[in-house]
């Protein structure tokens, strides 16, 4: 059923009727602030705020030798009435620790927004098989739900090229380093990518 004007007023898909002319001052849907959060902290709710839409990844997953990389934190976004609430602590993950040949490297950390909803951080390199890379995480309670991609497993070739690559978050592709290096970047990843 679409929207249609009738003798009563407007009739909106969902049965309502809206039988007054529109008014400004009666729409409250506006944006009132956003907040970014690099580590953990306290939320607070501004002034007139009712409902927010939050945003978390996980950390992501920390890298081995031989270009064995990590995944990527999950993802998860969900919209929440905040009518009878202050504050929500917020934790955000960190990425998982780097780690040398035939080792098992770190896991990112989740990131939650209260217990509202929260996103697990990409398991690390060889974590779950030897010479594989991590699996990413995955978003929960969201009203969206994405998984990290995954980490690139073990490769000989590629000289001085970046063959490993860690797992891609819903942000964007991970760093990139040097692979006669492994340390000097050649790009910054984005926030819960996995370790390259």
Known sequence: MATELNSSGFLFNDGT?????????????????????????????????????VKVVGGGGGAAGYCESGGAGGYAEKI???????????????????????????????????????ASGGYGANRNYSHTGGHGGVGYKGDLNLHGGDGTGHTNSGGHFPAGTGGASYFGGSATVRRDTTSTKLDVGAPGSGGP
Do not use: H, R
């Not at 529109?22 to 902290?41: H, P, V």
């Not at 035939?102 to 989740?110: F, K, P, Q, R």
């Open 17 to 53: 009727v809206q039988t007054t002319k529109y008014d400004a001052s009666m729409d409250n849907g506006y944006l009132i602030s956003i907040n970014t959060f690099t580590g953990s902290g306290t939320w607070t709710k501004p002034a007139n705020c009712e409902k927010v839409l």
């Open 80 to 118: 929440i009435d905040v009518s009878n609430v202050s504050s929500v602590y917020v934790t955000v993950g960190g990425g998982g620790n780097s780690v040398g040949y035939y080792t098992s490297a770190g896991d990112g950390g989740t990131s939650s927004f209260g217990s509202y909803v929260s």
